[in-house]
């Protein structure tokens, strides 16, 4: 069955569903500005839901019209609380505080279905709240109640209206994970989340079983298996539709083809009864990249199949769909100040997998955050571990410029700068990285006007005043600190 | 004329001439003892004192290598006083003791005597700059366009090769090797810009007491083309290779960034006869930033090149070597004034030697027009002419460290494979050593499929120098490797 049946299958079947929820129709908040030491600009909320920018598709934009660059850290329990027992409560509130503290505006809210385990850990990894309630009667595989698969927790949709909400307030966009593939087991992990998934047979009171058989994963091509995700995707619909800080992420690298592009679909559809429509993106699993720019959503995020090189040299983007670049797909753990720079010049978004909570358990088998040949200690997997604050303050930085620019006019353009490194609105303004610093050609040739000359800390975002110079030639720049460097040359 | 004819006539013009020159090194030969050089912390290896001319390494072109069989990698920093003062009246006594110890503090083991043929000026200055000593004896009489006594081009200055050896000496002590700068047209003549030296400079007819002029009509350069100007400069080459020949660790550079093709050729070809007839034979090269190109260097007679400027990428990603001649790359011909610590790696581990263009001693003398260590767009306050400028010390201290691994790796068997790692910056002897540059840190694959075992891993912060221990890993495929630190790194994987 393809998806356009599916999708007319589960349309019907959540149509019985209230129209709209009671927290829906709530007014536009009011913009909340916070000064941000050191950035340009301050985080002020969503003034309507992100569309793709209609004159650079590289970006979403809201009412205001304006390009919107979405750059952030995201944590695995930012949602729900995952840990090995006594469950550890995630701090949200100082989670937030680093978000707005490092200018970010843009997070992944991160969703797991299974009520224990996971993929990575043979511990006993619990989240809390999960989206269905444990009525009973009977006792489901890890000891508590069975799930009632029609019944709704209030607590775990409160809790994802109220961080998002929470999240618009300090100017924050969050892309709402529908699905977890790493709720399920995964292909070549030891450690299996299925025996505590709530779609296994021997844990609902509803006799359902949304296994394909013997893999410990959902049979998403069953129609059944998309009548319950259908109902649930209506039940996020219902919660935050309203909100305009708000996209969708169909699944954390998971699903194929036909069902990503389902589930797509139903959220455009519905939505497009509700008061608003809202992204919807894609992460890359087995979908080519090609595949995914052919796709029903909004915005994609490259996986690294595509190529070592999304890491060290992301290609200038077209803006076929808005990309949002994240190490999570790239590295797992991992990512540095240089990528952040690249990416946001070369027009993409981005965002960082931050250890910021570690992930939970000790590791079953290799994981890409413990050692690796020639680091033997290596423990990515705490958020004061060296890699992560660089990285953090660069993505802010580049949002800190992001915000300078009319980024609505700005198109990479490798071929204007001797690094290949150019984000620019030719004649107008110019974005140069130089990973290495020293020095860099610009081609001003097509410009007589004179431009003002800033250079960037990619890290540490001090800005140094670097003078002013006359288009109509190929000036050479040199960096006046030493190491990797951002010029911005701005018409005066 | 052709160089080979000019040079026929030169060498038999000197050679009559040869009796009449004082012979300043007479006596004063001896093989320079090796002796254990002090520790230099941090890197663990001591300079050593050459054991021989350097000649190319038969096992392995893109390096020398002296008695010991060992293939020799160079790098170091030069200045432009190194040899001669310079400056404004009244000329401070360079402190050559200093430079040297800043040398082996820094892990060095080559460096250039520049030498300067006028009296005073500069293209790049309007400002009188004074050299001292020079070559010419100034016996007048008469007075020169300086105000000071006429050169006698007949008559060698032995305070000028007494120092030229005695600090040619001193360096081979230390294990320092010498590359002596025979010519500078681009710097001792007028050169495209405003200021001139030429009133300086003893060819100009009214600055010698021999009626010469050297002059190429009008044009404040030295005509290379004519007899009697190369059979002058030949009787100065005899008389530099007189005074330096006995000892083991001396380079020539020809010409500093050319003069043309037929011309370096000669000199190349006239220090090669020459020397042939005497007791050593020193490696000589040409550099380009002239009239010259890469290709046509490497097709010369000269043992070792310096790509210059305009010969490729050489300051960001210069191009893996295949050793056709040793190529030392040297700041000085591809910044002027500039130079990174990631291009003293990346030109290590693409199989160049290294030169630092070092403004330890600034360039004298009040620009006269734009030069490359001044302003520069986004940079107004711009000054790299002083040593501790921030650009410097992260170089020189690079340099150093590509020494330290330099010693301590099989050198002879190590070649450029940047198809071994995901960065593209690798030196190895598949399947038992490898050395790769990861320009941005982070992480790198590298192809261990020729190695059967393990390897031994370790870690180098490319401007401090500091080891951070990696463990082992086993080869036969493809390993990602981890950076242990934040920003560039190198990795050093070895058998055993």
Same mark, same amino acid.
């Given at each position: 069955m393809h998806r356009r049946e599916f999708l007319k299958k589960t349309v019907g079947s959540t149509?019985?569903?209230?129209?709209?929820?009671?927290?829906?129709?709530?007014p536009a908040p009011i913009g909340i500005l916070q000064q941000v030491p050191g950035y340009a600009a301050s985080p002020a909320p969503a003034k309507g839901p992100l569309r793709v920018?209609?004159?650079?598709?590289r970006y979403f934009t809201d009412g205001s019209g304006k390009a919107i660059f979405l750059t952030g850290a995201h944590t695995w329990a930012n949602f729900q609380d995952i840990g090995i027992a006594p469950l550890p409560r995630f701090d949200w509130r100082a989670y937030i505080d680093m978000m707005v503290k490092h200018n970010h505006n843009f997070m992944r809210f991160w969703h797991w279905l299974q009520a224990a385990y996971a993929p990575w850990t043979d511990e006993k990894m619990l989240v809390d709240p999960?989206?269905?309630?444990?009525?009973?009667p009977g006792t489901a595989k890890d000891g508590l109640p069975k799930f009632d698969l029609t019944k709704f927790n209030p607590a775990y949709f409160d809790r994802m209206r109220s961080r998002i909400t929470d999240a618009r307030d300090h100017g924050i966009y969050a892309a709402v994970q529908?699905?977890?593939?790493?709720?399920e087991k995964k292909g070549g992990?030891?450690?299996?989340p299925w025996v505590a998934h709530?779609?296994?047979?021997?844990?609902?009171?509803?006799?359902?079983d949304g296994e394909k058989?013997?893999?410990?994963?959902?049979?998403?091509?069953r129609c059944d298996v998309r009548e319950a995700q259908g109902k649930y995707l209506r039940r996020i619909i219902d919660a935050?539709?309203?909100?305009?800080n708000i996209l969708y992420e169909v699944i954390n690298e998971g699903g194929n083809k036909d069902w990503d592009w389902w589930v797509v679909d139903f959220m455009h559809e519905q939505e497009a009864k509700m008061g608003k429509t809202h992204p919807v993106g894609l992460t890359q699993n087995g979908e080519s990249v090609e595949q995914m720019r052919a796709s029903p959503a909004e915005w994609i995020s490259i996986g690294i199949a595509a190529g070592?090189?999304?890491?060290?040299d992301p290609p200038a983007w077209d803006g076929k769909k808005v990309s949002v670049a994240d190490t999570d797909h790239l590295w797992g753990h991992g990512g540095t100040p240089s990528w952040a720079w690249k990416c946001f010049v070369r027009g993409h978004n981005t965002l960082l997998m931050d250890s910021w909570d570690p992930i939970p358990g000790r590791p079953c088998g290799e994981e890409n955050w413990a050692a690796r040949p020639g680091y033997?200690?290596?423990?990515?997997?705490?958020?004061?571990?060296?890699?992560?604050e660089p990285v953090r303050k660069a993505i802010g930085n580049t949002r800190a410029l992001a915000q300078r620019v009319n980024l609505a006019a700005m198109v990479p353009h490798d071929d204007l700068a001797t690094t290949k490194y150019c984000l620019a609105s030719p004649g107008v303004e110019y974005i140069v990285y130089l990973p290495e610093g020293d020095e860099v050609t610009v081609d001003l040739t097509g410009t007589s006007a004179t431009f003002g000359v800033e250079w960037m800390?990619?890290?540490?975002?001090t800005i140094t005043a670097g003078g002013s110079v006359k288009g109509g030639g190929k000036p050479n720049f040199a960096v006046p600190f030493p190491g990797a460097a951002t010029l911005y040359l701005r018409r005066s | 004329m052709q160089r080979r004819d000019c040079l026929a006539r030169t060498v038999r013009a000197i050679v009559g001439g040869a009796?009449?020159?004082?012979?300043?090194?007479a006596g004063a030969r001896r093989l320079v003892q090796a002796i254990p050089g002090p520790e230099i912390p941090g890197r663990g290896f001591a300079p050593a004192p050459a054991r021989g001319p350097l000649k190319v390494?038969?096992?392995?072109?893109?390096y020398f290598t002296d008695g010991s069989g060992q293939p020799v990698f160079l790098t170091g920093s030069h200045t432009w006083a190194g040899l001669q003062e310079m400056g404004f009246p009244p000329l401070r006594p360079f402190a050559w003791r200093e430079f040297l110890d800043m040398l082996l503090d820094h892990n060095h083991n080559c460096t250039k005597l520049w030498i300067w043929l006028q009296a005073e000026g500069g293209p790049w200055t309007d400002g009188k700059i004074q050299f001292d000593p $020079?070559?010419?004896?100034?016996?007048?009489p008469g007075l020169a366009m300086d105000g000071k006594p006429k050169f006698d081009l007949t008559k060698f200055n032995q305070a000028f090769f007494q120092r030229l050896r005695s600090r040619s000496v001193e360096a081979g002590e230390r294990g320092i090797y010498v590359c002596i700068q025979l010519f500078l047209p681009g710097a001792s003549e007028k050169r495209g810009?405003?200021? @001139?030296?030429w009133p300086g400079h003893?060819?100009? $007819?009214?600055?010698?007491?021999?009626?010469?002029n050297g002059e190429r009509g009008g044009t404040?350069?030295? @005509?290379?083309?004519r007899p009697e100007v190369r059979a002058m400069q030949a009787a100065y080459m005899r008389k530099v290779i007189d005074t330096v020949? @006995?000892?083991?660790n001396v380079l020539y550079e020809a010409v500093g960034e050319g003069g043309r093709r037929d011309w370096d050729w000669w000199v190349v070809e006239f220090v090669h006869d020459y020397e042939a007839s005497k007791g050593k034979k020193h490696p000589v090269g040409l550099t380009g930033?002239?009239?010259?190109?890469l290709q046509e260097m490497l097709a010369s007679p000269a043992d070792w090149v310096g790509a210059g400027?305009?010969?490729?990428p050489f300051k960001t990603d210069p191009p893996a070597w295949d050793g056709r001649k040793v190529s030392i790359l040297d700041t000085d011909h591809i910044w002027g004034h500039g130079g990174t610590a990631s291009w003293a790696w990346k030109s290590f581990l693409r199989g160049h030697n290294t030169w630092l263009m070092d403004p330890w001693m600034p360039l004298p003398g009040h620009p006269c027009g734009e030069v490359n260590w001044m302003a520069r767009p986004g940079f107004?306050?711009? @000054?790299?002419?002083?040593?501790?400028?921030?650009?410097?010390e992260p170089v020189r201290m690079a340099m150093g460290n590509t020494r330290a691994l330099a010693l301590r790796i099989n050198l002879m068997s190590m070649e450029p494979h940047d198809e071994l790692a995901s960065t593209r910056y690798c030196l190895a002897n598949p399947g038992w050593e490898y050395l790769v540059y990861l320009p941005e840190g982070d992480e790198v694959t590298v192809d261990?499929?020729?190695?059967s075992g393990d390897l031994a891993v370790e870690w180098m912060h490319?401007?401090?120098g500091t080891i951070v221990r990696g463990g082992s890993v086993s080869g036969g495929g493809k390993v990602g490797f981890a950076v242990p630190f934040g920003g560039a790194a190198i990795l050093h994987a070895r058998k055993g």
């Open positions: 149509a019985a569903f209230s129209a709209c929820s009671s927290l829906s129709g709530r920018h209609p004159d650079n598709p999960l989206p269905y309630l444990r009525t009973g529908l699905f977890q593939s790493f709720s992990a030891p450690c299996d709530p779609y296994n047979g021997a844990n609902n009171i509803n006799g359902f058989p013997g893999t410990g994963m959902v049979d998403i091509d935050v539709n309203d909100l305009d070592q090189f999304w890491k060290t033997a200690s290596r423990d990515l997997n705490r958020r004061d571990h060296w890699t992560w800390h990619p890290v540490e975002g | 009796a009449a020159l004082p012979t300043l090194v390494h038969p096992a392995n072109s893109r $020079l070559p010419y004896m100034r016996t007048g810009g405003v200021c @001139d030296p003893p060819y100009n $007819l009214r600055n010698n007491i021999n009626g010469f404040s350069t030295v @005509d290379l083309d020949n @006995d000892l083991d930033g002239g009239a010259e190109s400027w305009n010969d490729g107004s306050s711009r @000054d790299l002419n002083r040593r501790e400028h921030w650009t410097w261990l499929s020729a190695v490319p401007v401090e």
